[in-house]
């Protein structure tokens, strides 16, 4: 089993940054990559950014330039830095993870991220 716990969420003006925070605890030998998703209210959930083990990263064309997602790996933590905030960048904010040998999907609660104008 692998546990999940975001942080860093809230309410932030257009153009303002936020830093999320992943910890992740338990089996964790496993997992690769780990991702941040977001699902806005009636969308569906979508992937944000992904890094791996080794610092590989990937993101979606909506966000390039404009978040930034790291992994410190002594401390089993992903972040992701969120600058030049939109209004379309408000949502829930997943942490995702992915164990490949038990085939597995791990979630987080999920971190609410709103964006005012």
């Known amino acids: 089993q692998v546990q999940l716990v975001e942080s860093g969420g809230g309410l932030v003006q257009v153009g303002g940054s936020l830093r999320l925070s992943c910890a992740a605890s338990?089996?964790?030998?496993?997992?690769?990559?780990m991702d941040w998703y977001r699902q806005a209210p009636g969308q569906q959930r979508e992937l944000v950014a992904s890094v791996t083990s080794r610092g590989r990263t990937n993101y979606a064309d909506s966000v390039k330039g404009r978040f930034t997602i790291s992994r410190d790996n002594a401390k089993n933590t992903v972040y992701l830095q969120m600058n030049s905030l939109k209004a379309e960048d408000a949502a829930m904010y997943y942490c995702h993870a992915f164990d490949a040998i038990q085939r597995a999907n791990y979630w987080g609660q999920g971190t609410q991220v709103t964006v005012s104008s």
């Open positions: 338990g089996r964790l030998a496993n997992i690769n990559a």
